[in-house]
């Protein structure tokens, strides 16, 4: 056995390495993480793959060069997610607060300096959290509400059911009537999480950054 595995070592490592990048495009796919430049990860993964299963078939050092290629494209994504932002005209916003990190692809913003307003919708909300509470087949979503109605919806991981939303005038924003909320203490974004039966307030979002 031990001797098999000795001669076999580089087509092992080529099969497991192909079977691994092919599995993680199929999970970035689900993930909905295709917006913009994130389709590049995917892609990426999949070229990775058939690389993999060309070295397997063909034998070939150039393939496994090729293959080396790709490398700087997770160095270039993880630079991308270190210097967080928001892509708005094709420009790298930073924006102040922290609201828009729950901000969907597609919103209208203004953007003036690092404050980043929505505009289009007017009104909206965020959730993250088991497909079935919001009428999904999917066992993990992320939700967006515009005025009232389901705007957009996108695979999530799983993780801790979260609410984002704005308290105004004694009611929250956008969110469903099928969602007992606690009242906030005060008007503004709050980030709200599910524990045991209901929801429980965490603390509110900076408005500065959107709105």
Same mark, same amino acid.
């Given at each position: 056995?031990?001797?098999?595995?000795?001669?076999?070592?580089?087509?092992?490592?080529?099969?497991?390495?192909?079977?691994?990048?092919?599995?993680?495009?199929?999970?970035?796919?689900?993930?909905?993480?295709?917006?913009?430049?994130?389709?590049?990860?995917?892609?990426?993964?999949?070229?990775?793959?058939?690389?993999?299963?060309?070295?397997?078939?063909?034998?070939?050092?150039?393939?496994?060069?090729?293959?080396?290629?790709?490398?700087?494209?997770?160095?270039?994504?993880?630079?991308?997610?270190? /210097?967080?932002? @928001? %892509?708005?005209?094709?420009?790298? $916003?930073?924006? #102040?607060?922290? *609201?828009? =990190?729950?901000?969907?692809? &597609?919103?209208?913003?203004?953007?003036?300096?690092?404050?980043?307003?929505?505009?289009?919708?007017?009104?909206?909300?965020?959730?993250?959290?088991?497909?079935?509470?919001?009428?999904?087949?999917?066992?993990?979503?992320?939700?967006?509400?515009? /005025?009232?109605? @389901? %705007?957009?919806?996108?695979?999530? $991981?799983?993780? #801790?059911?979260? *609410?984002? =939303?704005?308290?105004?005038? &004694?009611?929250?924003?956008?969110?469903?009537?099928?969602?007992?909320?606690?009242?906030?203490?005060?008007?503004?974004?709050?980030?709200?999480?599910?524990?045991?039966?209901?929801?429980?307030?965490?603390?509110?979002?900076?408005?500065?950054?959107?709105?």
């Amino acid at each position: 056995m031990r001797a098999w595995v000795l001669k076999s070592l580089p087509e092992l490592v080529a099969l497991f390495s192909a079977g691994g990048l092919c599995l993680t495009g199929v999970e970035l796919l689900l993930m909905g993480h295709t917006e913009g430049v994130q389709l590049l990860a995917p892609l990426t993964a999949f070229v990775g793959a058939l690389l993999g299963f060309l070295g397997l078939v063909l034998k070939r050092w150039g393939l496994a060069f090729a293959l080396a290629l790709l490398a700087p494209v997770g160095v270039f994504r993880l630079l991308q997610h270190v /210097e967080e932002g @928001l %892509w708005v005209a094709g420009q790298r $916003v930073r924006p #102040e607060g922290d *609201l828009w =990190a729950f901000m969907a692809p &597609g919103m209208v913003v203004a953007v003036a300096g690092r404050r980043v307003q929505v505009v289009e919708p007017r009104t909206w909300a965020h959730f993250q959290g088991p497909g079935p509470w919001v009428g999904a087949s999917s066992t993990w979503v992320r939700v967006w509400w515009a /005025e009232g109605q @389901l %705007w957009k919806r996108l695979k999530g $991981v799983p993780g #801790e059911a979260l *609410l984002v =939303a704005r308290f105004s005038e &004694g009611c929250w924003e956008s969110v469903p009537s099928a969602f007992r909320l606690p009242p906030a203490p005060q008007e503004g974004w709050w980030r709200l999480r599910h524990e045991g039966e209901g929801w429980k307030l965490m603390a509110p979002l900076s408005r500065t950054g959107g709105a």
